[in-house]
């Protein structure tokens, strides 16, 4: 799986081979077909993978959730995709090369969004669904641009990453925090 996952990465889906991938996993190409009939079933393999890795991860924080303060949560939110860029490339090329993976993407949007919203949820068990749902678009999407300024591939200066750190803290602060906030939207109501 690290094989095929450092072969396609390097050179794209399309561009990688079974040969390629049995050589690097220093196996034969015979050993390699009997536990993977084809490159897409390699590929399927690794998306399972990764999906699992996922939420792994997902619920390593959760279990965390009830006891972080919202800044806490935030931190631990921004810096996960970071953290999981290195397993995620060969995933990240694979779902840019297959145009027929609509529904593969849609299912890691969905676990990714789940993920940050359950998280949200067990961090403040009264934030209403669709502020929840609201939100957890907003922090995954302060996700990713962490990934892409990790990365250099969005525009980014020397401490633009501990701003988009500390924008999300004070969002999650802002959104997560007391009940005193939420009293006062409800009294405005």
């Known amino acids: 799986m690290q094989a095929a996952a450092a072969v396609i990465q390097e050179r794209g889906f399309d561009a990688a081979t079974m040969a390629e991938i049995a050589a690097r996993a220093d196996a034969r190409i015979g050993s390699l077909y009997r536990f993977f009939p084809s490159k897409e079933a390699v590929a399927d393999a690794l998306m399972r993978r990764y999906a699992e890795i996922l939420q792994a991860e997902y619920d390593a924080i959760h279990a965390r959730a009830s006891v972080a303060t919202p800044e806490e949560l935030a931190d631990t939110l921004i810096d996960l995709f970071v953290k999981l860029y290195p397993q995620a490339q060969a995933t990240t090329a694979l779902l840019e090369s297959r145009t027929d993976w609509t529904a593969v993407r849609r299912r890691f949007r969905a676990q990714a969004l789940t993920g940050v919203r359950t998280a949200l949820t067990i961090c403040a068990p009264d934030l209403d ?61």
Do not use: C
């Not at 990934?147 to 959104?175: C, F, H, I, Q, W």
């Open 129 to 189: 669904d669709s502020e929840a749902d609201d939100v957890a678009a907003v922090v995954l999407n302060n996700m990713k641009t962490m990934v892409a300024m990790a990365m250099k591939d969005a525009p980014t200066s020397l401490g633009a990453p501990d701003e988009l750190r500390l924008m999300n803290r004070l969002y999650l602060a802002a959104k997560l925090g007391t009940g005193v906030r939420r009293a006062m939207k409800q009294s405005d109501n």
